[in-house]
């Protein structure tokens, strides 16, 4: 059974900062892509970033590069991402997604929260 639990989620100030963790379980993580989506309220899902299996490439949506990180641990088939300097703007539920060719695994989702 394919299973993606985030975690790390919650209330922060502007400037702040946090890390989301998403472990998966069921597949074989080392050979997935995996990303970190968000949905704002009233918003669509879209994507924040990726780390594909080949090499660890990245890539991140422009409103937040430089101040997110994607990294994965297939020793541990967890990905994450730190999230530095966070603005009101980035407040959303993020979601892990895993994905290879027309698989595709959604995880539940974590809250976060900023505002002063």
């Known amino acids: 059974q394919v299973q993606l639990v985030e975690s790390g989620g919650g209330l922060v100030q502007p400037g702040g900062s946090l890390r989301l963790s998403c472990a998966a379980s069921g597949f074989t993580f080392s050979s997935y892509a995996m990303s970190w989506y968000r949905q704002a309220p009233g918003k669509e899902r879209a994507l924040v970033a990726t780390?594909?299996?080949?090499?660890?490439?990245?890539t991140y949506v422009d409103s937040v590069k430089g101040r997110f990180t994607i990294s994965r641990d297939n020793a541990k088939d967890t990905v994450y991402l730190q999230m530095n300097s966070l603005k009101p703007e980035d407040t959303a539920v993020y979601y892990c997604n895993a994905r290879q060719g027309v698989k595709n695994y959604w995880g539940q989702g974590t809250q976060v929260t900023v505002s002063s």
């Open positions: 780390i594909f299996s080949v090499y660890s490439t990245t």
